[in-house]
């Protein structure tokens, strides 16, 4: 068994509890994923599975990477990522979204939207200063350094710069339902990411 699948965010919707209560959720079609490679200890020094996901057109992968595909007996792939697997499994074997079921905690990555270069009151929160009487402090970031000692701006300093663009985690996400038959999972929190982007979904690791 795999730790984890391969995914793309369809969106937000919503749904209700058994209760009565609505709750939000975002969809996520999570699988099915052929297992490409089997990573072990004795050859690459660690456990894991790869695994490929979503239809890619033949004529556009070359001929190494259509080799490696032909293992697996599936087609060509458009993503290719590593998972930790507990248990065995096999090159060609498929998983889809029953490996995880209502109430789990999951950990889910992706490229967050980038947003483009941004001021520190975007980016990072910043109060700004007044926005009357010319004080010309409005959305400014302020002073950033000292005048003798150490004389330079600090690493690591919260300034202006690109925003967005790049690897997010979000942990504890719950999943609320899984329809298997559709290859869904509802999952109850923000996953990062635009619509149609390729998300990693995996058991949490605080769970």
Not at 64 to 90: N, S
């Amino acid at each position: 068994m795999i730790n984890g699948l391969l995914g793309k965010k369809i969106g937000m919707s919503q749904t209700y509890a058994a209760d009565g209560r609505r709750i939000p959720v975002t969809v996520i079609e999570a699988g099915p994923c052929t297992v490409l490679q089997l990573k072990t200890v004795g050859t690459d020094g660690y456990d894991a599975a790869q695994l490929g996901f979503g239809v890619k057109s033949a004529h556009r992968v070359n001929k190494p990477e259509m080799g490696h595909f032909k293992k697996a007996g599936q087609g060509a792939f458009a993503f290719v990522r590593e998972f930790q697997t507990a248990g065995t499994c096999a090159v060609g074997d498929q998983f889809s979204c029953d490996i995880f079921k209502p109430g789990d905690r999951i950990d889910v990555t992706a490229t967050s939207k980038g947003k483009g270069f941004q001021g520190v009151i975007k980016r990072w929160g910043f109060s700004g200063g007044r926005a009357s009487h010319g004080s010309m402090f409005k959305r400014r970031t302020g002073s950033i350094g000292q005048s003798a000692t150490p004389a330079r701006v600090v690493k690591g300093k919260k300034m202006p710069g690109q925003m967005g663009n790049q690897r997010t985690t979000t942990q504890n996400l719950v999943v609320v339902d899984v329809r298997p038959e559709q290859n869904l999972i509802l999952v109850c929190g923000a996953v990062p990411g635009p619509k149609n982007g390729l998300v990693e979904i995996r058991k949490g690791i605080k769970a």
